[in-house]
């Protein structure tokens, strides 16, 4: 039988495992300007999954993560197959930071409108003349309260510091940043601009501080082919963007509920998701889904 969640965010499904672990279940859901959508993505949960997990291994060197298994025989008898196949992790329960780490590269999105208007992001002076799509002259971290609805609040380090303590936000800059630059330059080698990605941390019974939640995902980046990157304008991305040009297109007001997405959105999102796991990993989708055995229908 399977328990009822302990919490249920716009994508994941929260599961208390004990006193020490959690059981992370990421839906197929998809959110855009903070409504979830009434259309899934199929397998989008599992590329989460997926690309996390290859990414967790990437990270290890630099910073401990929270996942303590994903094999069937590490999950309890109610997570190990049908709908939870592949999209599933056994992960340490942590003291977490209520911060987002944000990490830009580039200028885009909410950054690019606060520059446009201040010519600055969230506290970092930047070069006069700047585009859109602009490579900063270095990467940038701008955290972000985590809000329980609507949106993250942009916050500047110096505010951060004040809220969260001056070492522990030196700390986090510093692992933010680091791993930023690994994985941009994982990313380049296929192809891909990672322009800028968030990350989570918690802290374990020794206040270590340990990366958790998802990481590096089409979710939590943005992630732009760089054959096709051109500065001053939106370039074509891996991630939810394609979903969110559509519905500015649809004339959506951004208010709930969102609209039924067409099945070309639905597969185009698909495919983009598939294609960012498989040329940055190097890996097969199919063959993720093979290793967690899930079948076709489901």
Same mark, same amino acid.
């Given at each position: 039988?399977?328990?009822?969640?302990?919490?249920?965010?716009?994508?994941?499904?929260?599961?208390?495992?004990?006193?020490?672990?959690?059981?992370?279940?990421?839906?197929?859901?998809?959110?855009?300007?903070?409504?979830?959508?009434?259309?899934?993505?199929?397998?989008?949960?599992?590329?989460?999954?997926?690309?996390?997990?290859?990414?967790?291994?990437?990270?290890?060197?630099?910073?401990?993560?929270?996942?303590?298994?994903?094999?069937?025989?590490?999950?309890?008898?109610?997570?190990?197959?049908?709908?939870?196949?592949?999209?599933?992790?056994?992960?340490?329960?942590?003291?977490?930071?209520?911060?987002?780490?944000?990490? @830009?590269?580039? /200028?885009?999105? =909410? %950054? &690019?409108?606060?520059?446009?208007?201040?010519? !600055?992001?969230? #506290?970092?002076?930047?070069?006069?003349?700047?585009?859109?799509?602009?490579?900063?002259?270095?990467?940038?971290?701008?955290?972000?309260?985590?809000?329980?609805?609507?949106?993250?609040?942009?916050?500047?380090?110096?505010?951060?510091?004040?809220?969260?303590?001056?070492?522990?936000?030196?700390?986090?800059?510093?692992?933010?940043?680091?791993?930023?630059?690994?994985?941009?330059?994982?990313?380049?080698?296929?192809?891909?601009?990672?322009?800028?990605?968030?990350?989570?941390?918690?802290?374990?019974?020794?206040?270590?501080?340990?990366?958790?939640?998802?990481?590096?995902?089409?979710?939590?980046?943005?992630?732009?082919?760089?054959?096709?990157?051109?500065?001053?304008?939106?370039?074509?991305?891996?991630?939810?963007?394609?979903? @969110?040009?559509? /519905?500015?297109? =649809? %004339? &959506?007001?951004?208010?709930?509920?969102?609209? !039924?997405?067409? #099945?070309?959105?639905?597969?185009?999102?698909?495919?983009?998701?598939?294609?960012?796991?498989?040329?940055?990993?190097?890996?097969?989708?199919?063959?993720?889904?093979?290793?967690?055995?899930?079948?076709?229908?489901?």
């Amino acid at each position: 039988m399977i328990p009822a969640p302990i919490a249920r965010g716009k994508v994941r499904e929260i599961y208390a495992h004990g006193a020490d672990h959690l059981i992370l279940v990421a839906s197929d859901r998809i959110s855009a300007y903070d409504v979830i959508m009434p259309t899934p993505i199929p397998d989008k949960g599992r590329v989460l999954t997926a690309m996390s997990l290859f990414w967790f291994g990437q990270t290890a060197p630099i910073v401990p993560n929270h996942l303590a298994g994903v094999r069937p025989e590490d999950l309890p008898d109610a997570f190990r197959s049908g709908e939870f196949a592949g999209r599933t992790m056994l992960v340490r329960r942590l003291e977490m930071v209520e911060l987002e780490c944000v990490a @830009r590269g580039y /200028l885009a999105g =909410s %950054g &690019w409108r606060e520059y446009q208007a201040t010519g !600055t992001v969230v #506290g970092h002076r930047l070069p006069a003349g700047l585009r859109l799509g602009d490579r900063l002259p270095e990467p940038i971290f701008t955290p972000a309260t985590k809000a329980t609805s609507g949106h993250d609040e942009n916050i500047s380090r110096e505010d951060a510091a004040a809220r969260f303590g001056v070492g522990l936000v030196t700390a986090l800059e510093a692992l933010t940043l680091a791993i930023y630059e690994q994985a941009h330059a994982r990313c380049a080698e296929a192809g891909i601009i990672l322009a800028d990605t968030k990350f989570e941390f918690g802290r374990d019974a020794d206040g270590e501080l340990i990366l958790a939640d998802e990481v590096l995902t089409p979710d939590s980046s943005r992630l732009w082919p760089a054959d096709e990157w051109m500065p001053g304008r939106n370039p074509a991305s891996f991630d939810k963007q394609y979903v @969110r040009d559509w /519905l500015d297109a =649809s %004339g &959506w007001d951004h208010a709930p509920p969102g609209p !039924t997405l067409p #099945g070309d959105v639905v597969e185009g999102t698909r495919s983009r998701y598939i294609q960012a796991y498989e040329r940055i990993s190097g890996h097969r989708f199919r063959d993720y889904l093979e290793e967690a055995h899930v079948r076709a229908h489901q």
